[in-house]
């Protein structure tokens, strides 16, 4: 099994190995000695791929100021990415192997358990991709083998699994036309690598010629060290000059090599998206022979691409949720371009699925659903320019649409004070922003805006004098509604004059008789009760009245 680590220092996980058989070539072109410095030319970050003889892993070790190399391009740095590590068992019998009499050309080859020779035995393997700023992108490598060997050979298989999965398999992808696969030998010690280009065809001649298509093709490119180059350590390494498997190793053991890929004609840089989502490490038994058979294998899920993705988040001025908000990407610099995708608003704010693959160039995006009660943001249509493999990361805030309330307020009577009894105070609670406070004028008017839809209580809270204060309501606010254009949902209130009313009772003999008096409104509820003094004297009285019938008993002592 491998474990796959982001950087030197990244959180381990297990993961299943994709087991791909080589295609092993036959070194037939140009033989590429290491540049003289180490760095492909145009190395955004000056990656030391070849620097034979002092090659190696960390910075004791780099002699060249300005240079990146296994541990410069890791330092959290702004400019440098983690790059990925996988550990890979050793020495044991259940190493991963190409199952012995498969052909070279299988689309989905399978994979037993062996002991590989220690020459052609992984322990670790390591890869790091970076993008210049024309657009080319680099892909560097590295691997550190159980024991030192000579003249060692790698395959490197990038797959784009474009064709889905191995049938019964969760982590092989079956090659697919447009697959590539790069051979390298390291030769004259490590100090002559070579390296080869091969394709995965559906049709046409195979590299191993008695097999059909689909297949490994038979066209094989060389490239040059312009493009290419890489070398096997001459030098042995303390556990602080090797961040990948942070142990000693000795000369001959760690191999690397750094390739432009668009140089490479892998991905290239045409303004069109490409790229791969698994690589696969192969050691070979032996260099340069297209009979050596493959080794030890290693899965890396791993993605290298010119492509460039854009997400998107949303969320509201109020903090309230955009669920089921829709936007649509456009080729161009408007909404009349060709679509490129839609994504729809999660509860997180996140708009799924996010627009990946993506060609460099022009785009314009809209939010063509807005949740109700809800304004797109101003920015919106938003035209901009993708890179290369740019990340653009999109963020917009939807403005709520408050709404009004409008209160009118008429009473039973005018009375003796006139409009003053159109005079009220009135509270509004909503269940956004809280509580609002008004009060009407002498016509009875008020208008309260800048709400949140939904519903609201308006409860009238200092009625006029003489005058009970009209029921709760319940009223709906709608969005978008102001006091200026007077189309707010409307409360109305009526209020209703009050009476009071007094019963007496007056003895004509002082303490001759002895009386109880009660009144009850119309539900037999007592409004007013009492009884007489010692005299025989006494009244009750009822106040604040609304218009009913009321009925007021008196029972008097014989």
């Not at 394709?199 to 490119?221: E, I, L, M, S």
């Not at 290419?228 to 000693?248: H, L």
Request: with cysteine; charged share 15%.
């Amino acid at each position: 099994m491998a474990t796959r680590i982001l950087g030197p220092t990244g959180s381990k996980r297990r993961k299943r190995f994709l087991f791909v058989p080589a295609l092993l070539v036959v070194a037939t072109a140009l033989v590429l000695v290491a540049s003289a410095s180490g760095v492909l030319t145009g190395s955004p970050s000056k990656f030391e791929s070849g620097d034979d003889p002092t090659l190696g892993l960390g910075n004791e070790v780099v002699n060249t100021s300005g240079n990146s190399d296994w541990i410069t391009v890791s330092d959290g740095a702004p400019a440098h990415a983690a790059y990925v590590h996988i550990s890979d068992t050793a020495a044991s019998n259940s190493d991963d192997s190409f199952t012995p009499g498969q052909k070279q050309d299988t689309t989905c080859p399978t994979t037993e358990g062996h002991k590989n020779p220690p020459k052609d035995d992984f322990t670790d393997v390591a890869s790091y991709n970076e993008q210049a700023a024309n657009g080319d992108v680099y892909l560097y490598g590295a691997t550190i083998r159980y024991a030192a060997n000579g003249n060692a050979s790698e395959n490197i298989e990038l797959k784009q699994g474009t064709s889905g999965l191995c049938p019964g398999s969760t982590t092989l992808l079956a090659r697919t036309p447009g697959d590539k696969l790069l051979a390298i030998d390291y030769l004259g010690g490590g100090a002559r690598p070579q390296f080869h280009l091969l394709n995965w065809v559906a049709t046409g001649p195979c590299f191993v010629a008695n097999d059909p298509a689909p297949c490994w093709g038979a066209t094989v490119a060389t490239l040059s060290s312009a493009v290419a180059e890489g070398g096997v350590s001459t030098s042995n390494f303390t556990v602080a000059q090797n961040p990948i498997s942070g142990v000693a190793i000795k000369a001959g053991q760690f191999a690397e090599f750094g390739v432009n890929l668009a140089a490479a004609g892998i991905i290239p840089n045409n303004g069109t998206c490409s790229g791969f989502s698994q690589v696969v490490w192969e050691s070979r038994s032996s260099g340069s022979s297209f009979v050596s058979s493959t080794k030890d294998v290693s899965l890396e899920d791993h993605t290298i691409s010119n492509c460039a993705s854009v997400s998107v988040t949303k969320v509201g001025s109020d903090g309230g949720s955009q669920e089921g908000a829709e936007f649509t990407l456009y080729e161009g610099a408007d909404t009349t371009g060709t679509i490129v995708g839609t994504c729809t608003v999660d509860a997180n704010g996140d708009c799924l699925p996010s627009f990946t693959n993506l060609n460099p160039g022009q785009y314009t995006i809209d939010e063509t659903v807005t949740p109700a009660n809800y304004t797109k943001d101003a920015s919106l249509p938003l035209t901009f320019t993708l890179a290369a493999n740019e990340n653009k990361e999109l963020e917009f805030t939807d403005v709520l649409q408050t709404g009004a309330i409008v209160i009118a307020k008429t009473a039973k009577h005018a009375g003796p004070n006139g409009s003053a009894n159109l005079v009220a105070g009135f509270t509004i609670t909503d269940f956004g922003s809280g509580t609002h406070t008004v009060s009407t004028d002498a016509n009875g008017a008020a208008c309260v805006d800048g709400l949140p839809p939904g519903d609201a209580t308006v409860s009238e809270t200092g009625p006029p004098t003489g005058y009970s204060a009209g029921a709760d309501q319940t009223v709906t606010v709608v969005g978008g509604t102001t006091c200026a254009n007077a189309d707010g949902v409307v409360a109305s209130f009526t209020n209703i004059p009050l009476t009071d009313i007094t019963f007496s009772v007056d003895s004509q003999v002082d303490g001759g008789t002895a009386s109880t008096m009660d009144c009850v409104d119309s539900g037999s509820n007592s409004v007013a009760s009492g009884s007489t003094d010692g005299n025989g004297d006494g009244s009750v009285t009822a106040s604040d009245l609304e218009p009913g019938t009321y009925v007021c008993t008196v029972v008097i002592d014989p």
